[in-house]
């Protein structure tokens, strides 16, 4: 059955480091993959997407990167500061047709401490 | 402030009820979903209309149903509800399908007791 991996332990990390989280996924060939945040009691927040021809993608402080061989796709946040403290979710499109969904990852816990 | 707006904010009730849970998307989304989120099951993908039509289903219980409206609200129905149905239930919207930037409400916490 397709399937989703991401770190269980929650990250603990000190401000200013580089934060690196980690989504693994078997028995998919996902087109795309997409990163988000969420904060307790709050819904997510959409963060990037990476398609499955792009290697890497980058926005401010945030690099994804996406290697369909490896099935894995890696999330970066350099420059950490408390703020960054979350739970990141990653998600990939699965099935088809009508039964096409996003499928999500249980989140990593990251804390940033100052 | 995504610009999704669910109502209730939480919600308590008793096994065997029925509640409806509401959902106005950001203006000019077309997409909306419905999401289940439990603390061992993480967030589970229910339903997807585009502009008033079903799109796409997941893993949506028979005693769960959904529509959208002409003004593209849309409205999550949960019937003969169980302890286990105690979640937190997030809509979603897009322009487009799941490969647009979904924003999500806040969220509607519901326990059955």
């Known amino acids: 059955s397709q399937k989703i991996e991401q770190n269980s332990e929650a990250l603990n990390i000190q401000e200013g480091k580089t934060a690196t989280l980690t989504c693994n996924y078997t028995?998919?060939?996902?087109?795309?993959l997409q990163w988000y945040r969420q904060d307790p009691g709050r819904g997510p927040v959409f963060l990037l997407l990476?398609?499955?021809n792009e290697k890497e993608k980058r926005k401010e402080r945030l690099k994804v990167t996406f290697d369909t061989t490896l099935k894995q796709s890696l999330f970066h946040i350099t420059a950490s500061q408390p703020a960054d403290s979350a739970t990141y979710l990653c998600?990939?499109?699965?099935?088809?047709?009508?039964?096409?969904?996003?499928?999500w990852g249980l989140g990593t816990s990251l804390a940033v401490n100052p | 402030d995504s610009g999704v707006t669910q109502t209730p904010k939480h919600l308590i009730t008793a096994t065997g009820q029925r509640v409806t849970l509401r959902c106005s998307p950001r203006?000019?989304?077309?997409?909306v979903y419905w999401y289940q989120q439990s603390l061992d099951q993480g967030l589970q993908f229910l339903i997807q209309?585009?502009?008033?039509?079903?799109?796409a289903k997941g893993n949506i219980l028979e005693r769960f149903s959904a529509q959208q409206f002409p003004d593209l609200h849309s409205e999550l129905n949960l019937s003969s509800l169980e302890l286990g149905d105690s979640a937190l239930y997030f809509c979603a919207s897009s322009v487009g399908g799941f490969d647009t930037e979904a924003f999500f409400g806040q969220g509607t916490r519901l326990t059955v007791v």
């Open positions: 028995n998919y060939s996902p087109a795309y």
């Open positions: 990476i398609r499955e």
């Open positions: 209309y585009y502009n008033g039509e079903e799109r």
């Open positions: 203006s000019g989304d077309l997409s």
């Open positions: 998600a990939l499109r699965g099935g088809a047709g009508n039964n096409r969904k996003l499928i």
